[in-house]
């Protein structure tokens, strides 16, 4: 068996708050350390790394001398907002020795639940990727409230996973990967190496957290992958304390729990936009563009579009229909409706001048886009 990481181009890496701060005892920079080593090998090989981390909480109770975590919401708050300074500081300084430079990201659920949000957040994580840097991304613990939290971040990391439409996401945790029970209860449990991601059987083998730091537990984790792979990602839960572990994943070996998506990433895109969204106008094209995006399944520029029907928003799902009215694709759009009757039949290079400002230089993007 080889790991599903040594093919993988787009990987979100998850770190747990048990491993980044030590079980609690303040920030671990030699994990830390060896992290940065290896994410830095990853872009070395041309993979693109986001990774989310936890420990905010954590490490803002060691840093206030809390000995044990709070209940109120208010004093996480508190403790998320403090330790957070500390998370990037020491991410910062972890990655400088390799010349790369860290972006902090902090994500509400409302973030990813808003259109507008969402895709700002997407095409954000995009540019920083492009730019070589490595974005570092957190739950934001310090404006959302207990029943909006996400609260632990395998969840965060599956969102994300299916924001950037990663290929993966590697779980770094404090075990080996999946065992049939809760090894810390069951020394007889047995190790899983690898599963399909949403298999029933997978969640009643899962406990919560072992350890006082940790939120989600292994629950969490197998949940996580069955998110993931709505987008067609694999995920890999492994042990953090593990030599060279991102780095021998990328070589292929099989380590910790391998869970395998039931579809592929395309596969998965075309079905989400094709099933879920409410379509709130439509861009009429001309021959040229029906063609191209019939053909090739490029991203429609302003040009190639001649008539907008509807009131949308950025972000909202259009349809685009040929001159006869045959629906060609579907997206979602960068401009409003507003915007696009402006910027209709001209080319991308007149959009700032026309607008005042350049969003995108595409209508719609081919990767938000489906071909009918
Ligand atoms: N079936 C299982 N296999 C492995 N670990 C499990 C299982 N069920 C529960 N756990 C517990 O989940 C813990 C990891 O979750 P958690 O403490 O939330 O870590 P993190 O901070 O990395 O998210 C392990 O230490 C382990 O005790
Ligand atoms: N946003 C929180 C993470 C919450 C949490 O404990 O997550 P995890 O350790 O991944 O189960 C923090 O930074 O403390």
Redesign the pocket.
Known sequence: MQSVIHAASRIVVKV???LVTNDGKGLDRDALARWAAEIADLRRRGKEVVLVS?????EGCQRLGWSTRPKAVHELQAA?AV?QMGLAQAYETAFAHHGLKTAQVLLTHEDLADRTRYLNARSTLSALLSLNVVPII??N?TVVTAEIRF????TLGALVTNLIEADALVILTDQKGLYTADPRKNPAAEFVHEAEAGTPALEAMAGG?GSS????GMY?KIIAAKRAARSGAATVIASGREANVLSRLADGEAIGTQLIAPTNRMAARKQWLADHLQLSGRLVLDAGAARALRENGVSLLPIGVIGVDGDFLRGEAVACVDEAGAEVARGLVNYSSDEARKIMRRPTREIEAVLGYLVEPELIHRDNMVSL
């Open positions: 747990g708050s048990s936890s420990g905010a909480i954590a998320a330790g957190n739950e613990d609260g632990d971040n395998d957290a730091v940790g939120t989600g969490t």
